[in-house]
């Protein structure tokens, strides 16, 4: 898969700071060199682009009234300029980005080769320019502000449906934007509606303000985009640019807050373990206890503080594990684990994980099944290699048509098969599925939907993150499946699958354990 590029990305926007001139803004271009190469970061420098010609109407050319027909003709640089200064902030390291406001504008994009193309909030609706943009592969930017839910829900829509590249940025129009209208929660709502998009955080707020941005990141936002600038006796800067020290500034406190959330994935940290072991619990004799005595709840305690080479309570069970006593222990003496033969029941252990992890994946995927179904966990291989070899089939519907829902954990196969009788249609919910049919594989991403005809050899693997995919077939039979592996072929049904009577209750049929 392509890398994205939009992640940890900032977009520093010069603007009009640089005032159409070109000595200046490579000053501000090497005034952020050094910071962004010494904190190895991923920028853009971003130029605005109107065909000045066609885009201000030939009648308000000379209305000073307006002010923005006035510094846009007044920051005007001719297309040589832009092109020395877009090699010069190449040669600094810098990728390069530009917003267009016209047709035109996209054209010269085109011919200049940017990295990117950023589309402002005010073109954002802009459909003539928008159709015209969608006509090229650039990675596009688009900024939201003074956009509705709805309006984004289309601009989404659009460039999905353009098979584009593509992130938003949550921004808010006010130059510069007090706090009180920065709506930063928006940025979480986006995140969780547009879950394959970047989105980021266009920020014009005080540049002196860090904490914003910090609340941006902690929300989701992956991009940022600052304008920037530095001071001048000849040109005044405007008070919602950054100049590289403050630019140095945010950059520290984004650090900081990075570090702070730490990963995404919980990590477990050696001092935790350590500190939280101290306060366990251990499990003490509550009578004289003769050897070859079973311990039950009526023969034992927990109490606190735990010895060193003591059983704990956080790791003591009745369901799945039997205790032996090896030798004669007088009563309140603490239980050594030397002490105590401890028989497990692993597939037991192994089938109530393989339980506790499919719940975690449906939760983390939002798909909510109820309890209105039976489980099968088919085991080809043994529990003890279920996560390499093996799936979960939530069995919703049989009638004349059936409906399961299949869960693979991360890179799980299940074997080659095919069926007597059975057609499959799968349709992905979440994850990646690599589906092979009669020796052809096929990458399968959330949405994507696959046939597989009666006859037809074919198994399946999940991606790095696992897989959840929804089936709709015919009546399911069962002995309908023959496996190339005929060593699976001879296993009994209860041999090769454990069912799961009760969702809420785990209730298991324990023939596959004897």
Not at 63 to 81: G, H, I, P
Request: glycine share 4%; aromatic share 12%; net charge positive.
């Amino acid at each position: 898969m392509k890398k994205n590029i939009f992640n940890d990305l900032f977009v520093l926007d010069m603007a009009n700071n640089h005032f159409g001139d070109l000595a200046h803004a490579k000053k501000i271009v090497s005034g952020f060199k050094n910071i962004i190469k010494k904190n190895k970061i991923k920028a853009s420098i971003k130029f605005q682009f109107r065909d000045l010609k066609t885009f201000v109407h030939n009648s308000e050319r000379n209305n000073d009234k307006n002010k923005y027909v006035k510094r846009f003709l007044f920051t005007e640089m001719s297309l040589e300029k832009f092109s020395e200064l877009q090699k010069f902030i190449k040669n600094k390291g810098f990728l390069t980005s530009c917003t267009p406001f016209d047709e035109r504008s996209v054209d010269q994009i085109e011919r200049m080769k940017f990295d990117l193309l950023k589309i402002a909030s005010v073109s954002s609706n802009d459909w003539n320019l928008l159709e015209r943009v969608a006509k090229n592969n650039i990675p596009k930017i688009i900024s939201t502000g003074g956009r509705s839910i709805e309006e984004i829900d289309k601009i989404v829509s659009f460039f999905d449906h353009k098979k584009q590249d593509f992130a938003l940025m949550h921004c808010i129009s006010i130059y510069p934007s007090p706090n009180e209208t920065l709506q930063l929660n928006v940025i979480s709502d986006l995140k969780k509606r547009y879950p394959k998009t970047t989105i980021g955080w266009s920020t014009h707020e005080d540049p002196n303000d860090t904490i914003p941005s910090t609340l941006a990141y902690t929300l989701g936002a992956r991009m940022f985009e600052k304008h920037i600038g530095i001071k001048s006796k000849k040109y005044k800067l405007n008070n919602y640019s950054t100049t590289p020290q403050q630019f140095i500034k945010y950059l520290d406190n984004l650090e900081l807050i990075k570090s702070t959330l730490g990963l995404e994935n919980k990590k477990i940290i050696d001092q935790e373990i350590k500190t939280l072991s101290l306060l366990e619990r251990g499990v003490y004799a509550k009578y004289n206890l003769k050897k070859n005595e079973i311990l039950n709840e009526e023969n034992i305690y927990f109490a606190f503080p735990k010895k060193n080479n003591q059983l704990s309570s956080g790791n003591f069970s009745f369901k799945t594990k039997k205790y032996k006593i090896l030798k004669n222990i007088t009563k309140d003496q603490p239980l050594n684990i030397a002490y105590v033969k401890v028989t497990e029941n692993k597939n037991l252990n192994y089938i109530t994980s393989y339980i506790h992890k499919v719940k975690a994946m449906l939760n983390y995927a939002k798909i909510d099944l109820g309890s209105n179904f039976d489980l099968e966990i088919s085991h080809h291989y043994g529990v003890l290699k279920f996560s390499k070899f093996g799936c979960f089939l939530f069995n919703c519907i049989n009638r004349s048509y059936a409906k399961k829902i299949l869960l693979l954990f991360p890179n799980q196969k299940h074997p080659l098969h095919k069926h007597k009788l059975k057609e499959e249609t799968f349709q992905i919910l979440s994850g990646v599925l690599y589906s092979e049919l009669d020796g052809k594989e096929t990458k399968l991403y959330p949405g994507d939907t696959q046939v597989v005809k009666p006859g037809v050899w074919h198994k399946f693997k999940a991606g790095k993150e696992g897989c959840i995919f929804e089936e709709v077939s015919s009546t399911h039979y069962n002995d309908d499946s023959i496996y190339q592996d005929t060593k699976i072929n001879k296993l009994k049904r209860n041999e090769r699958k454990t069912f799961i009577k009760n969702w809420g209750t785990h209730e298991l049929s324990l023939n596959v354990f004897k």
